[in-house]
T-cell receptor
Framework: EAGVAQSPRYKIIEKRQSVAFWCNPISGHATLYWYQQILGQGPKLLIQFQNNGVVDDSQLPKDRFSAERLKGVDSTLKIQPAKLEDSAVYLC?????????????FGPGTRLTVT | LAKTTQPISMDSYEGQEVNITCSHNNIATNDYITWYQQFPSQGPRFIIQGYKTKVTNEVASLFIPADRKSSTLSLPRVSLSDTAVYYCLVSGPGANNLFFGTGTRLTVIP
């Protein structure tokens, strides 16, 4: 089966610019996650969707980050305006249902560099 | 929120068994324990998941004591391709329940 797709793979922007990342989860997976992984650290959950509803966005910096999952399938994560500390890899993952008992499948990530 | 603690790094020779222990003292009744492997420039990949006692699959075993405050990932006869970062994840139902620690960087030496 096809894996989780993400684009772009790399992005370089200047601070205060905006950027958007796209994720296409595995077909049939109800739950979609966006993680931020700073170099040398483990992934940090930003937002979790179940179908097109938000389950958890407690760690999403809502003043600058936004995410949506239209029709319960693809998702976009946006940063506006970007800060230097947003430089990280943004990982998208999906699972059949919630992560309690179902493994998450991760995409390759988007490496964002903010200069 | 059940946070986890793992050794930062471990070294092992090829062919040896490697055991990586994760501490999760605040694990809740409904939490599961999952281990992921991550290679550079890739997303994490699922290895194994368990709730209690022992779970074994084709690549690893997971040992969970009765109090569930820790878990041990066992990799039999590691090879150079097992060099990666290994994350222990404790997850439960509801919101604010997914937390990856800093992981354990395993280096397999020829």
């Amino acid at each position: 089966e096809a894996g989780v797709a993400q684009s772009p793979r790399y992005k370089i922007i200047e601070k205060r610019q905006s950027v958007a990342f796209w994720c296409n989860p595995i077909s049939g997976h109800a739950t979609l996650y966006w993680y931020q992984q700073i170099l040398g650290q483990g992934p940090k959950l930003l937002i979790q969707f179940q179908n097109n509803g938000v389950v958890d966005d407690s760690q999403l910096p809502k003043d600058r980050f936004s995410a949506e999952r239209l029709k319960g399938v693809d998702s976009t994560l946006k940063i506006q305006p970007a800060k230097l500390e947003d430089s990280a890899v943004y990982l998208c993952a999906s699972s059949l249902w919630d992560a309690l008992e179902y493994e998450q499948y991760f995409g390759p990530g988007t490496r964002l560099t903010v200069t | 929120l059940a946070k986890t603690t793992q050794p930062i790094s471990m070294d092992s020779y090829e062919g040896q068994e490697v055991n990586i222990t994760c501490s999760h003292n605040n694990i809740a009744t409904n939490d599961y324990i999952t281990w992921y492997q991550q290679f550079p420039s890739q997303g994490p990949r699922f290895i194994i998941q368990g709730y209690k006692t022992k779970v074994t699959n084709e690549v690893a075993s997971l040992f969970i004591p009765a109090d569930r405050k820790s878990s041990t990932l066992s990799l039999p006869r590691v090879s150079l391709s097992d060099t990666a970062v290994y994350y222990c994840l404790v997850s439960g139902p509801g919101a604010n329940n997914l937390f990856f620690g800093t992981g354990t960087r395993l280096t397999v030496i020829p």
